[in-house]
Nanobody
């Protein structure tokens, strides 16, 4: 059974940066593509970024391109989301997800396992 645990969220001011981490356990990490999604209050879950098994291929949602960077460390079984130039529109619960079949999946149904989420709040 795969377990994902996110960390690194918090309350920051507009323009600040945060780095989220997603610790993966239970199966060989390099067998899974990874993704990040976010969900603001009252809204659907939104695709943020995805990364292939080797870390070579990355994909981003339009709203975060140029500001966020997804990466992974297959030795440490961890995925990361570096978020720069944060704005109030980035507020929400951020979830990491692992998928065995799709690379670059942009929909929740492309992923098999989910973490519990970490709250990111951007406010002055």
């Amino acid at each position: 059974q795969v377990t994902l645990v996110e960390s690194g969220g918090g309350l920051v001011q507009p323009g600040a940066s945060l780095r989220l981490s997603c610790a993966f356990s239970g199966r060989p990490f390099s067998n899974y593509a990874m993704g990040w999604f976010r969900q603001a209050l009252g809204r659907d879950r939104e695709f943020v970024a995805a990364i292939g098994r080797s870390g070579k291929d990355t994909y981003y949602g339009d709203s975060v391109k140029g500001r966020f960077t997804i990466s992974r460390d297959n030795y440490k079984n961890t995925a990361f989301l570096q978020m720069n130039s944060l704005g109030p529109e980035d507020t929400g619960v951020y979830y990491c997800a692992a998928g065995a079949y799709y690379t670059g999946g942009t929909k929740p149904e492309h992923y098999n396992y989910w973490g519990q989420g970490t709250q990111v709040t951007v406010s002055s």
